[in-house]
């Protein structure tokens, strides 16, 4: 998008390494420029594709459709990038020792004020971290622009994304779908013309697409820690603090709140089953089921029906003392929390069960 001046240079060069190769190539520019960018590009060589959409990943996405190649690089062309590095990206492809070659700009050479010191620092490394914690991917550079990959590999890949958490997506799928993946180190340089990055934006997005797209971490380990937490904090007080009533009251908010947490969570686990986001998992299998919702029904029914009757119990010990002061505070609190955690698990049955209307 409106790149006149880098495209006069770096097309030419990547022309020059790729013949130099002597590789048969196609140079597939997507374009939503305003400027000279795409007659400068057709002059020099290039397939200048129009972008209807918007954003990074739906400029990839376009190209892809349009590219008729064995392999497919990727780089931005505005001068950041060095073509001289194509070989190296290009070389474990054709080798046969990878699907998917990744650029490490971190591990290469990086010109002065390439990148801005938050990014290189703080935001890169950060992202990159949570990515490889989340999903296992194993790479240092996650938000690199420069990749190669074989086509029968990116053909596996459901790439959806349309902004810049498209770089993220790319990497989660193949780490997903055990594309071997390669990084080599690459320099980079100071682009040509101004940056079109949002800092704090697109972090963001790249953060809250992972935080989506891993129900797990997002629902289900925060899930489970308040859970467990709860019932510790709310066992260990009935039984043993009874009068730290207040303490009492915070482990039953935590399990009713933890259990909650956990509920989104399969239910998103099992709704990124269905849409094929995800493959299946012991989890997902689980609830899954065709008889889950009878299940859901017995536990939660019988979570309900205790409730039930220590509340009556306790009804009745209240009616004999003529209706006064009862102090029996710690006994509300636990027959409240087995009536909203019966509650609870009945309608999640219904509802996980939702999912699996049409499979009979």
């Not at 390494?17 to 420029?33: F, P």
């Not at 990727?74 to 590095?85: A, E, I, L, T, V």
């Amino acid at each position: 998008m409106n790149e006149e001046k880098a495209i006069q240079v770096v097309l030419p060069r990547i022309k020059e390494v790729l013949d130099g190769m002597g590789l048969e190539y196609e140079i597939i520019l997507v374009d939503k420029s305003s400027d000279r960018t795409p007659e400068i590009a057709r002059e020099l060589g290039a397939i200048v594709v129009r972008q209807e959409g918007k954003g990074y990943g739906d400029a990839y996405i376009t190209g892809f459709r349009h590219a008729s190649g064995r392999y497919v690089l990727m780089m931005d062309p505005d001068g950041s990038y060095d073509p001289d590095d194509i070989p190296a990206l290009l070389e474990p492809l054709l080798r046969g020792e990878a699907d998917l070659v990744m650029g490490n700009r971190m591990g290469g050479e990086m010109d002065d004020g390439a990148m801005p010191w938050l990014h290189r620092r703080i935001g890169n490394p950060l992202l990159t971290w949570v990515l490889n914690f989340f999903f296992k991917a194993g790479i240092s550079d996650a938000h690199c622009g420069m990749r190669a990959i074989r086509r029968d590999a990116l053909e596996k890949l459901p790439l959806k994304c349309r902004g810049m958490e498209f770089a993220s997506e790319m990497i989660i799928e193949a780490a997903k779908h055990g594309l071997r993946i390669r990084e080599v180190p690459i320099r980079y340089h100071r682009r040509i013309g101004e940056s079109k990055l949002s800092s704090f934006r697109d972090g963001w997005r790249h953060l809250r697409f992972m935080l989506l797209y891993s129900p797990t971490h997002l629902f289900l380990l925060p899930g489970s820690l308040i859970a467990l937490l709860g019932l510790f904090i709310l066992l260990y007080t009935y039984f043993f603090q009874p009068i730290r009533l207040h303490t009492m009251i915070l482990g039953a908010l935590m399990l009713i709140t933890g259990s909650q947490i956990i509920g989104f969570g399969i239910s998103a686990k099992v709704y990124a089953v269905k849409e094929g986001f995800q493959k299946p998992d012991d989890i997902t299998e689980f609830f899954m089921r065709y008889s889950i919702l009878e299940e859901g029904l017995i536990v939660g029914g019988l979570f309900l029906l205790l409730g039930l009757f220590l509340g009556v119990r306790l009804f009745l010990q209240w009616r004999n003392a003529g209706y006064g002061a009862l102090y029996h505070i710690k006994e509300a609190v636990l027959i409240l929390t087995l009536i909203t955690l019966g509650l609870q698990l009945v309608f999640f049955s219904f509802f996980i069960s939702i999912y699996m209307v049409k499979e009979g």
